[in-house]
């Protein structure tokens, strides 16, 4: 049977606005889940189906740090639901929004999947790093996702010098984020140490009742009022 990877909304936005009613119909046969946070994925089922058997549903959390039980050569919580999968029971992967395994946890439990050689089927939904490129007007041909930056500010800027450089050279959009309470002084720190023609992207609240996206040259972003995004997940992009 497969591991399903099932995308989650970005936010609150309304399951019918980005998740096909396909998904629905899988995750209602499926009882073993592994999950991120088990609040929020009960929550999540429950917006999808009100009448969802929650109590009927088995959860191993994996946490934001899935990989760190590897490093520390030890078994992972979620072990039993592979053990569940090759069983030839159902058994779906869920992360807090999003796309699981992509920029966010479960990497580690497909590929415990696929080294069993066990079916592994990616759901259709949301994902807010391929949503931001397809706004941004930068390359969609060539682009990297680099996670978060250094909170230190001279580690910071030599990282942005960095890919401020790999996306002019290889015509290569770069893309990271920060956590929302932080964004506002990465803004200033992008403002103060990038070239003033090259484009940045700012891709916040992506398919919420607070998008907000928009793309400029950072001479434009310097001369531009900016939204209060402190509350708001971003993504930022480069080219």
Same mark, same amino acid.
């Given at each position: ?33 592994? +999950?991120? !946070?088990?609040?929020? @994925? =009960? /929550? ?106 250094? +909170?230190? !500010?001279?580690?910071? @800027? =030599? /990282? ?80």
């Amino acid at each position: 049977m497969p591991l399903y990877l099932i995308p989650v909304t970005l936010g609150d936005t309304p399951h019918e606005q980005v998740l096909p009613p396909y998904n629905a119909t899988v995750v209602r046969n499926i009882r073993h889940f592994v +999950v991120e !946070e088990i609040r929020t @994925a =009960r /929550r999540f089922l429950r917006r999808m189906d009100s009448q969802f058997p929650i109590d009927d549903c088995t959860f191993y959390e994996m946490g934001k740090h899935a990989g760190s039980h590897n490093a520390q050569k030890q078994q992972p919580p979620y072990q039993d639901a592979i053990k569940v999968l090759a069983s030839g029971t159902d058994v779906g992967v869920i992360s807090e929004a999003g796309c699981p395994a992509v920029a966010d946890p479960g990497t580690d439990v497909v590929l415990m999947a696929q080294r069993r050689g066990l079916q592994v089927i990616p759901l259709v939904g949301p994902n807010s790093m391929i949503m931001a490129i397809m706004a941004s007007g930068l390359s969609g041909q060539s682009f990297a996702f680099n996670g978060y930056l250094p +909170v230190d !500010e001279n580690d910071r @800027a =030599r /990282r942005l010098k960095a890919l401020e450089s790999r996306a002019q050279s290889e015509h290569q959009t770069q893309l990271f984020i920060e956590t929302p309470f932080r964004n506002r002084k990465m803004i200033e720190a992008l403002c103060r140490t990038l070239r003033p023609t090259t484009r940045m992207c700012i891709a916040a609240g992506i398919t919420t009742a607070d998008q907000w996206i928009k793309t400029m040259t950072i001479a434009e972003w310097r001369r531009t009022e900016l939204p209060d995004l402190s509350k708001i997940p971003a993504i930022f992009l480069i080219g």
